[in-house]
């Protein structure tokens, strides 16, 4: 559905519903690959300073209808893609994006947007290199978020809908139709399905193995130190690296 | 009566069964004189006893303020800026022309969203992505373009309010200067809507005429879609 890109960097993202874990996960992937020296660019969802005003604005006044919400995150997205993601992709860096435009076919469905029009409208969005699914039941997620603070906002808990008057069920009927469309799109978009109830570490083992195999051999952007030494200390670091070298071309 | 028509899904959570307002548009490039047949039109309408709304571009209170500021900074791309408007456009066809037909009104819209899609085309979005994106605008009762030449623009701009950087589409740079940037500009966004005036069935009137003969010919074709008696005598 979307299209394969070929910019010299590589796209990871995560997906899931609040309180899977998918924040954690890509917090400590971000953390392993720099000090793995590789050029890494973060971006999170909601958090472009272009359309924040309007986000919150709408919120407080609870002005959005799907319709609107889903194409100010719209927006949202299509600015950090132009001005941020896109430039890094080109220039060979490793994009990290905490939710993506599957966010968007997941939550702006379940809020009753037509599916076809969702996917229309990121259509500009190339498919990512991994994206990772955090699976979890709503149970887990409902009481990690409850456990870390005490109250649910308004759209969060998809009180916009009318599903209930309470705020806790409503979130739990809401975010089971978010689970519904991830579930859907398993297979449409490739997803790394990653059981988000494991021990934190045994995620983060299995994530990292999977983004080893695919950066294996990939050269991108080097950060500027091991730039800076592959020219003043070439012959220094061509000493120490030989071995390796042989190594890996022998193996 | 009539069930409301969509050009895609429209508002799948949003079951309207009727419609009795009707909805009127008024499209073309910038100096047609559109906002001048709009204050005409209400007048005359009021005067026959109809509910009246008017609603323009810009002019959603979610994405005002948000809009100006994208505007006067230097950081808004192409999608985001045609995302933008299309989340403006949304909140004023939900929150304000829905509602007013829904009470009956006779809504008079300052353009559509073909403005748009001219707007958005011509800076290089993909055609048939940026229709798409409208998937949920609602068909209007009629549709008339206003159409002037190039020239006819530029005499009205001189004598108005001048060449805007906008307007000109210098945010584009199709030439160094306002005049020259504005000749090339206007004349894109006509091949624009010359082409969609088939696509969305626009009544075209020749705008180049006097503001008096541009409304006796508009005010014909409302008579007739509102079903209004000839005058008595």
Redesign the interface.
């Known amino acids: 559905m979307l299209s394969p890109h070929n910019y010299k960097g590589k796209l990871i993202i995560v997906e899931g519903i609040d309180g899977s874990g998918k924040s954690t996960q890509i917090d400590l992937l971000y953390k392993w690959l720099k000090t793995h020296g590789k050029s890494v660019y973060f971006s999170e969802w909601n958090s472009s300073v272009l359309v924040k005003s309007t986000t919150k604005q709408g919120k407080k006044a609870k002005a959005f209808t799907p319709t609107t919400f889903s194409l100010l995150q719209a927006t949202d997205f299509a600015d950090r893609w132009e001005n941020q993601m896109l430039p890094m992709l080109r220039a060979g860096v490793i994009v990290l994006a905490d939710r993506y435009a599957f966010t968007a076919f997941a939550r702006d469905v379940a809020r009753g947007v037509d599916p076809e029009w969702v996917r229309n409208l990121y259509s500009f969005a190339p498919q990512p290199d991994l994206a990772f699914y955090f699976q979890v039941p709503v149970s887990v997620a409902v009481d990690r978020i409850l456990s870390g603070r005490s109250t649910l906002k308004y759209y969060e808990a998809g009180m916009d809908l009318g599903l209930s008057d309470n705020k806790v069920t409503s979130f739990r009927l809401f975010q089971q139709r978010i689970i519904n469309e991830y579930d859907q799109m398993i297979d449409e978009f490739g997803f790394t399905v990653i059981d988000g109830t494991l021990p934190v570490e045994t995620q983060q083992k299995l994530i990292r193995k999977v983004v080893k195999r695919e950066i294996y051999r990939w050269k991108g952007l080097p950060t500027p130190a091991i730039q800076a030494r592959g020219r003043s200390g070439a012959r220094l670091v061509e000493a120490e690296a030989q071995p390796a070298a042989e190594k890996t071309e022998a193996s | 009566m009539s069930r409301p028509l969509f050009y ?2 429209g ?4 079951k309207i069964k009727e419609l009795p307002g009707k909805l009127i548009v008024l499209e073309g490039t910038d100096g047609v004189g559109r906002s001048t047949q709009i204050n005409m039109l209400r007048e005359w309408l009021e005067k026959q006893g109809m509910a009246v709304s008017d609603t323009g571009l810009r002019r959603s ?3 005002q ?2 809009l100006d ?2 505007k006067s ?1 230097h ?6 800026m ?3 408007y ?2 403006d456009f ?2 004023r066809l ?2 304000q022309i829905l509602p007013a037909m829904k009470a009956g009104f006779i809504v008079l819209s300052d353009r559509y969203f073909y403005s748009i899609i001219a707007r958005d085309v011509v800076r290089g979005a993909d055609p048939v ?1 940026a229709r ?2 409208y ?2 605008a609602l068909r209007p009762d009629i549709i008339f373009y206003l159409r002037a030449d190039v020239q006819t623009l530029v005499t009205r701009m001189v004598h108005g309010r001048g060449f805007d950087y906008w307007e000109s589409g210098m945010d584009i740079r199709c030439a160094d200067n306002l005049y020259d940037s504005f000749l090339v500009y206007q004349t894109r966004l006509i091949e624009k809507f010359d082409e969609m005036a088939d696509e969305y069935h626009f009544v075209t009137i020749d705008a180049t005429l006097s503001p008096a003969a541009v409304f006796s010919e508009i005010q014909e074709r409302i008579k007739t879609l509102l079903g209004l008696d000839p005058p008595l005598g």
């Open positions: 895609g899904a508002f799948p959570y949003h209170t979610l994405t303020g948000g500021a994208a900074g950081t808004l791309s192409r999608t985001t045609n995302l933008f299309a989340t949304a909140d939900e929150n992505w798409k994106v998937g949920f």
